[in-house]
Nanobody, 125 residues
């Protein structure tokens, strides 16, 4: 089964930075929109950021706009999430996702066809 593999999570103090990475375990996702979602304890999974298949268009949740940046690697097969100015409320398990529909905006988890296992991000105050 094709998987997306996340890395880069960890524990950081408020105001700090982390960069998450996501790459497929096999095949290529360079033609698929990709994105990040997160789930905090006791809450539903929510949209964080997404990027189009060609990397020309990005979208962000209002709560992270101006602090987080999503990007794709040169081969478009890896997606990154640079997180600056982290806040305790950013604490969550972060999931990478991909959509097989090249036109998907991937702002809703129902649009995703592939998921990673998640990586924990903990921001201490």
């Amino acid at each position: 089964q094709v998987q997306l593999v996340e890395s880069g999570g960890g524990l950081v103090q408020a105001g700090g930075s982390l960069t998450l990475s996501c790459a497929p375990s096999e095949r290529t996702f360079k033609d698929y929109p990709m994105g990040w979602f997160r789930q905090a304890p006791g809450k539903e999974r929510e949209f964080v950021a997404s990027i189009s298949n060609l990397g020309m268009s990005t979208s962000y949740a209002d709560s992270v706009k101006g602090r987080f940046t999503i990007s794709r690697g040169n081969a478009r097969n890896t997606v990154y999430l640079r997180m600056n100015g982290l806040k305790p409320e950013d604490t969550a398990v972060y999931y990478c996702a991909a959509a097989s529909n090249s036109a998907a905006r991937l702002r809703n988890e129902n649009e995703a066809d592939y998921w990673g296992q998640g990586t924990q991000v903990t921001v201490s105050s």
